[in-house]
């Protein structure tokens, strides 16, 4: 059945790549920081939630703008509203006039010298002079009735300010927790007591008190947005840190280490094994196990492969190098290949390092460890790092394809758009026959197209598609691109249509499930479409952490916290690198935020 209610704001959804995150196949660096914060989407604020399909490869976690659309007027924002100056009422609830009845005239006698002890305060407040104002606020506090809460919650509130300008943050934090036990849904004072806790360090407290906010706001201010995305983030570094380092290894799925290295074409450790590596007997064995001629550790691992028994490949490599055989430079690349596959990058790189810097070594393996070591800093935000190793390896293998593919794809998160279609480019003029190149200059021009909003160099960028895969129907990537372009063009029809070809073309592909899925909910706000897909996805390859993220943005924006923050846990557990890992506890807190703001406040956003 479809969604009850048509949705409205629109929000790009992480993607996954189908070949290689972050280990230098077709996979992107890692979650991004630009477009709408991944937070915002698992808080579900606001209007409800419009998931877009999002770049297969390379666009969606990195580059996307912000494309968020609040409700009513956007000249409405309060982007950058502060919360400063003392004020003179609180916000406005019950229980906030004058009483009636006998007494009433001794209360508001009370209540109108606070008030007069507070004005004194706010001109001592204005003049900068703060202690002063600390002293009339405390004498409005002592005289304000406590049945006017309302008022006494403003009192509070405003002395918090006061010591703010003198940076008591305990004294602020706890003046705000007055004010908001008074009154609770008094956005000045949370945000004051989230700003306070920020200094404090307590980043779980800071963190409720700004989601509150966010939600009574409605996500319509900036300043609130930015604390909520920077205490999650560090909160995110901070667990990631620890259970990365303490994280067992985690083989991924044959499908994607296949799709890993099919990326590659000019990469000698994914290639069959030659003749000459097998016995005379094996070569009639069709069907049969494989055993190699020699006693060799790198050509074991090489049999493992083919088998896809991968779980061995490591430990066999090692032998080889351990024995210092004749086959070590091929071992060492393929123990750090599979490290990286299994998110082990300290381990990796030592090996990386040994193979580029052994100069004897076949080129193709120097560059091949170069790919994967620039892929490797680039996962790790050193962008730097990464184009030298580019850079060194096409200096030391120009005629490489695989360099300029790669390159390509590191160009274009760099938003170096031009020198990217100049890397596809010779990756193409070398390997003609590349389908994956070809469709990924497409996208890399389409994107540049799309986000200057040019019309004719858009249609352009669509005709390049429909030449791709004509060229190459059996190209799945050509197909996956495509969709996502028609997405952003709202042909949602052809892009299902790419899609069912994408599966048709790779059936255990399970990253296809999840934007095919996904599409669903922005084409017809089918959610229950969209989860039997993402579903899917989950059952062709339970190692999908795409599919667990995603499944867990859906169920926040239904509503079901226990079930997304397992989603979210799930994900985490299979993240390939410390950044993904903070990216993921970033979702999987801010769901956490809003399950311990709705017990305190009674705050719910709306749910699909």
Known sequence: MAASKPVEAAVVAAAAPSSGSGVGGGGTAGPGT?????????????????????????????????????????????????????????????????PEGPGAHLDMNSLDRAQAAKNKGNKYFKAGKYEQAIQCYTEAISLCPTEKTVDLSTFYQNRAAAFEQLQKWKEVAQDCTKAVELNP??????????K???????????????????????????QSMLLADKVLKLLGKEKAKEKYKNREPLMPSPQFIKSYFSSFTDDIISQPMLKGEK?????????????????????KAKQYMEEENYDKIISECSKEIDAEGKYMAEALLLRATFYLLIGNANAAKPDLDKVISLKEANVKLRANALIKRGSMYMQQQQPLLSTQDFNMAADIDPQNADVYHHRGQLKILLDQVEEAVADFDECIRLRPESALAQAQKCFALYRQAYTGNNSSQIQAAMKGFEEVIKKFPRCAEGYALYAQALTDQQQFGKADEMYDKCIDLEP??????????????????????????????????NKCDFAYETMGTIEVQRGNMEKAIDMFNKAINLAKSEMEMAHLYSLCDAAHAQTEVAKKYGLKPPTL
């Open 34 to 98: 630009g477009g709408l914060p991944r937070w915002q989407l698992a808080l579900a604020v606001g209007a409800p939630l419009l998931l877009g399909a999002g770049a297969i490869y390379l666009w969606s976690r990195q580059q996307r703008r912000r494309e968020s659309r609040g409700r009513g007027d956007a000249s409405g924002l309060k982007r950058n509203s502060e919360r400063k100056t003392p004020e003179g009422r609180a916000s406005p609830a019950p229980g906030s006039g004058h």
């Open 185 to 194: 849904k008094y956005v000045k004072a949370l945000f004051r007591r989230a």
């Open 196 to 222: 306070a806790h920020e200094k404090l360090d307590n980043k779980k407290e800071c963190l409720e008190d700004v989601t509150a906010v966010c939600i009574l706001e409605g996500f319509q201010n900036q």
């Open 279 to 299: 016995s005379d007997e094996d070569k009639d064995k069709e069907g049969e196990a494989l055993e190699v001629k020699e006693n060799s550790g790198y050509l």
């Open 508 to 541: 255990d592909n399970a990253t296809t499930y999840v934007h095919k899925g996904l599409l669903q909910l922005q084409w017809k706000q089918d959610l229950d479409r969209g989860l039997e897909l993402i579903s899917k996805a989950i059952e062709i390859d």
